[in-house]
């Protein structure tokens, strides 16, 4: 009985070791599989933080990137901002004195050598009247051409018309070209300056000589003098002569624009009346009103 009990015994223990054998091997694959389990989630965490670092990379590149760009549109503003300061500055307006010693000077050079075109206007605010001596007059004016009369002949040489052309290549009267003028500042009146565009008037005159005596014969040649009018009623027929005349121009106003230091256009206007006596057998008395506008345009020198 003892034996079988110590036998049985022996068994028991065999099979308890066997048992937590079996266990403790279960336990250490556990282990390892967690122990593996943890290492592959540090490599995914690694990875992840290397992901995370080339993320914090990439946006640190990016930032370099927009400070580069915020750099660039700093130095876009700094170049706008230079060329803005440049655009701003423009020429100062000249006064009267400074503008009076500048028309002379470029006008003394545009009528030397300088080129430009020319827009010229004359007309009657009242034609030529001699009363009751009209058809007389118009009669011995037909005779010589029947396609004349007596506004047409007196309008011949007070310019009546429009005048246009380009100058030097045109055949244009030279009263009607720019003329070196001779102002003094005195004679401008009303004188305004904005933004390069000059504009004065000149004093009235009566029976003007062309020999710069007078404010309107320093700045132009365009108008007409008594010997013009005697000559040219002369040179058309002898038969009427010109005994007198009188000629008042008035409201004379002058426009000068200047655009980098040169002189690009000019206008001049008037109104002028006129009384004139002639003789064709009897002594005729005559009066005409005109206005007169003249421009000169892309002026170059």
Do not use: W
């Not at 028309?103 to 030529?128: F, H, M, V, W």
């Amino acid at each position: 009985m003892k034996k079988i009990l110590a036998v049985l015994l022996a068994f028991a223990m065999l099979f308890g070791f066997a048992a937590c054998g079996g266990n403790n091997e279960d336990t250490t694959t556990t282990t390892a599989a967690e122990d593996t389990t943890v290492a592959a989630e540090d490599t995914t965490a690694a990875a992840e933080d290397t992901t995370v670092a080339a993320e914090d990379t990439t946006v640190a590149a990016e930032d370099t990137t927009a400070a580069a760009e915020d750099t660039t549109a700093a130095a876009d503003d700094t170049t706008v901002a230079d060329e803005s300061t440049t655009a701003a500055a423009p020429a100062a307006d000249m006064t009267k004195a400074e503008f009076v010693a500048f028309l002379n000077a470029e006008t003394a050079k545009i009528a030397k050598s300088g080129s430009y075109a020319l827009n010229r206007n004359c007309e009657y605010t009242d034609p030529i009247d001699v009363g009751g001596a009209t058809g007389v007059l118009n009669g011995i004016i037909s005779a010589i051409d029947e396609n004349s009369n007596l506004d047409t002949v007196v309008g011949g040489f007070l310019g009546i018309g429009t005048t246009k052309g380009n100058i030097p290549k045109d055949d244009i009267k030279n009263d009607y070209r720019i003329k070196a003028t001779t102002l003094k500042e005195a004679d401008l009146g009303s004188f305004t300056a904005k933004n390069g565009t000059y504009t004065f008037t000149l004093a009235n005159a009566t029976n003007p000589k062309k020999t710069g005596a007078t404010p309107l014969s320093r700045f132009t040649n365009d108008f007409m003098t008594h010997e013009e009018v005697v000559e040219g009623i002369a040179d058309f027929t002898t038969a009427i002569t010109v005994n007198s005349t009188t000629v008042n121009y008035k409201n004379i106003k002058v426009t000068v624009k200047v655009a980098d230091g040169k002189i690009t256009d000019m206008t001049y206007s008037y109104a002028f009346d006129a009384q004139l006596t002639l003789k064709a057998v009897v002594t005729i008395n005559g009066t005409g009103a005109a206005k007169l506008t003249g421009t000169y345009s892309a002026i170059k020198y």
